[in-house]
T-cell receptor, first 113, second 115 residues
Framework: DAGVTQSPTHLIKTRGQQVTLRCSPK?????VSWYQQALGQGPQFIFQ???????QRGNFPDRFSGHQFPNYSSELNVNALLLGDSALYLC????????????FGSGTRLTVV | AQKITQTQPGMFVQEKEAVTLDCTYD???????LFWYKQPSSGEMIFLIY????DQQNATEGRYSLNFQKARKSANLVISASQLGDSAMYFC????????????WGAGTKLIIKP
């Protein structure tokens, strides 16, 4: 049973560039949440997608956007990258609104130089 | 104000000993849930245990138990008989019913088990 798959695992980008991170949820899950985890800190909620719509959003600027596809996979896009966007980006999938049942991927490590 | 506070940045524990990781929280929402996750160096967050605000008994999952003291707003994780594989970052997180779908996280505790 495949868990949550994130790609790529590592990425280096230059300030001002744009980046797209991808997430395939666990089989049977229909909801995808994205978190940003800066080094030495706990994760911060970016947003959650359900039924191809952004259901809830955390305190992140509009440079952060997302998408969910009909097969429930999701993308996180970040425009105009800043050095402060360097972090581990975690994707979590769940069924419906069951936060209890989160399954996390291993994340994408983004470095902005 | 911090909603989740983990006061122990790092801990060293001898193998086979029990360990308690501290977590205090702050919320005015009467309905909330508390979670503990383990994050090994691979980066994946692994769910350990959950406690609902209305649960009467402390949650237990194998070697993990949650010492829930509602009046003190604390939700400490207890790991019995620690193993070398328990070495990892441990995070406490909370979901408030009013904020629905997001988890609010503490800064984590790095646990190192010594052989």
């Amino acid at each position: 049973d495949a868990g949550v798959t994130q790609s790529p695992t590592h990425l280096i980008k230059t300030r001002g560039q744009q980046v797209t991170l991808r997430c395939s949820p666990k089989s049977g899950h229909d909801t995808v949440s994205w978190y940003q985890q800066a080094l030495g800190q706990g994760p911060q909620f970016i947003f959650q997608y359900y039924e191809e719509e952004e259901r809830q959003r955390g305190n992140f600027p509009d440079r952060f956007s997302g998408h969910q596809f009909p097969n429930y996979s999701s993308e996180l896009n970040v425009n105009a990258l800043l050095l402060g966007d360097s972090a581990l980006y975690l994707c979590a999938s769940s069924l419906g609104d069951r936060v209890y049942g989160y399954t996390f991927g291993s994340g994408t490590r983004l470095t902005v130089v | 104000a911090q909603k989740i506070t983990q006061t122990q940045p790092g801990m060293f524990v001898q193998e086979k000993e029990a360990v308690t990781l501290d977590c205090t929280y702050d919320t005015s929402d009467p309905s909330y849930g508390l979670f503990w996750y383990k994050q090994p160096s691979s980066g994946e967050m692994i769910f350990l245990i959950y406690q609902g605000s209305y649960d009467q008994q402390n949650a237990t999952e194998g070697r993990y138990s949650l010492n829930f003291q509602k009046a003190r707003k604390s939700a400490n994780l207890v790991i019995s008989a620690s193993q070398l594989g328990d070495s990892a970052m441990y995070f406490c997180a909370m979901r408030e019913e009013r904020s629905n779908y997001q988890l609010i996280w503490g800064a984590g505790t790095k646990l190192i088990i010594k052989p």
